[in-house]
Antibody, heavy 122, light 110 residues
């Protein structure tokens, strides 16, 4: 069974940092582009970032560019999101998701994790 | 990148059909066939329902269908059932190599 399991969420002060992880199983990890999508409390979905299967190509939403870094470890089947300079507006459930093939951003997301909550507050 | 425009809410009775629209621009919805639709029940992760405008993943009911005309994509649900009550989001690739979701539509089955 294809599964994604996020971890690393929690409470952090404005200006702080947090690193999210997403452990994958049930598929050949390095063959697929992966994404982070977030959802603020009571709000809609927001695309955050994509990374290619090899990890050499990344894309970011303008709202996080320069503050967030997506990466992956294909030897450990794990996706990461390093979040720096956090703001109150970054408060959200963060989902990792798998693209249906190797194409970043344009392909649909056919597998989603259950999400991890990040709260930015003093 | 502004969110795609969806109606905040739609409703229908069991057995009826409803359509949810998703309006963007020529730089996203109108420029690419990379439009997908997601269903989200409260407290749950989103689920892919339609991809590449009108394709259904394996396991998704054929009561769900998608289409596109110009800068507007649409999701139609026929034969409404109680379990269809959920939030629905459209998504599109953009000319900036980014992704953008719609604001979401709450479907109520009366």
């Amino acid at each position: 069974e294809v599964q994604l399991l996020e971890s690393g969420g929690g409470l952090v002060q404005p200006g702080g940092s947090l690193r999210l992880s997403c452990a994958a199983s049930g598929f050949t990890f390095s063959l697929y582009a992966l994404s982070w999508v977030r959802q603020a409390p009571g709000k809609g979905l927001e695309w955050v970032s994509d990374i290619s299967g090899s990890g050499d190509t990344t894309y970011y939403a303008d709202s996080v560019k320069g503050r967030f870094t997506i990466s992956r470890d294909n030897t450990k089947n794990t996706l990461f999101l390093q979040m720096n300079s956090l703001r109150a507006e970054d408060t959200a459930v963060y989902y990792c998701a798998k693209r249906i093939s190797t194409w970043l951003v344009s392909d649909p997301l056919n597998v989603w994790g259950q999400g991890t909550m990040v709260t930015v507050s003093s | 990148q502004s969110a795609l425009t969806q109606p905040a809410s739609v409703s229908g009775s069991p057995g009826q059909s409803i359509t949810i629209s998703c309006t963007g621009t020529s730089s996203d919805v109108g420029g690419y066939n990379s439009v997908s639709w997601y269903q989200q029940h409260p407290g749950k992760a989103p689920k892919l329902m339609i991809y590449d405008v009108s394709n259904r993943p394996s396991g998704v009911s054929n009561r769900f269908s998608g289409s596109k005309s110009g800068n507007t994509a649409s999701l139609t649900i026929s034969g409404l059932q109680a379990e269809d009550e959920a939030d629905y989001y459209c998504y599109s690739y953009t000319s900036s190599s980014t992704g953008v979701f719609g604001g979401g539509t709450k479907l109520t089955v009366l």
